[in-house]
């Protein structure tokens, strides 16, 4: 390019100059000129903003990222006619990855196949991983897909009186003054006649479980597996904990 047109750097810097830029301002033209000189004459073709940015920072210019200001658009216009001027840059070589190295080592190719399936695989559960850990939260149901249909959340639609009444439904004291109690897993019996074995289902199993999850408790509740009332006979079964805390035995009512 010939320095008699009107785009090289050396007509682009004078143009600017008489402008009548405050002195600290042309003198920062000049050094810019000067530095973009210099990367030219070294041969370089990268005249982008983020390389004379700090290569201007180096040299005591001016701040680097000052460049991406609006009142910098004198600097980026004769930068860019440096970049215009220079050409383009030359082309980044690819970036050869450390497994494509590693791959070209093995002489077998039925061998280097099946290694670079591996390593495939080995990048999509990583990318999974990822992904994986940027969620906090997760949804896990494991319920068959025809029962999801039906789920509605209990909780916001019941009243405090509601639950209340939920409550007391399953309380073992309440559940006692009606000659009911609830069995082992979670059905409400009816004590007939003061015996364990003769016990007539009320409500199924995991009746108490059900209203409990409606109430949003968790954990085992007190109350469940209780005795029937007026019920004086042996327990069926006694089953020994040992535990370095408090050893002992426990009676279990098998129902």
């Known amino acids: 390019m010939s320095a008699a047109t009107d ?55 001016m701040v680097g990222r000052a460049l991406y200001n609006a009142n910098s658009d004198c600097y980026k216009e004769l930068i860019e006619a440096w970049a215009v001027y220079a050409g383009p840059p030359d082309p980044k070589p690819p970036k050869t990855l450390a497994s494509h190295e590693f791959l070209m080592r093995i002489a077998d190719p039925a061998m280097r196949s099946i290694v670079q399936r591996a390593i495939v695989e080995r990048n999509r559960f990583q990318a999974e991983l990822n992904m994986l850990k940027a969620k906090t939260i997760f949804d896990v149901d494991k319920r068959p897909e025809g029962d999801k249909a039906a789920v509605v959340a209990p909780y916001p639609q019941l009243t ?23 069995g082992g897993r979670g059905e409400i019996l009816y004590n007939h006649s003061g015996m364990h074995e003769k016990g007539e289902k009320v409500f199924e199993i995991r009746f108490a479980q059900a209203i409990r999850k409606v109430l949003g408790a968790t954990g085992p509740v007190a109350g469940s597996s209780q005795r029937p009332p007026e019920y004086d006979g042996d327990l069926d079964e006694t089953i020994t904990i040992e535990s370095k805390l408090s050893p002992g035995k426990v009676k279990y009512v098998r129902p």
């Open 7 to 61: 785009n090289h750097p050396k007509a682009v810097l004078k143009a600017l100059l008489d402008k009548g830029f405050r002195s600290h301002r042309r003198e920062r033209l000049l050094k810019i000129h000067e530095l973009c000189r210099k990367q030219h004459e070294a041969g370089s073709r990268d005249f982008s903003l983020p390389t004379i940015g700090d290569l201007a920072e180096k040299e005591d210019i």
């Open 160 to 182: 405090e009186s509601e639950r209340e009444a939920l409550r007391r439904a399953i309380s073992p004291d309440y559940l006692k003054r009606l000659g009911m109690y609830e």
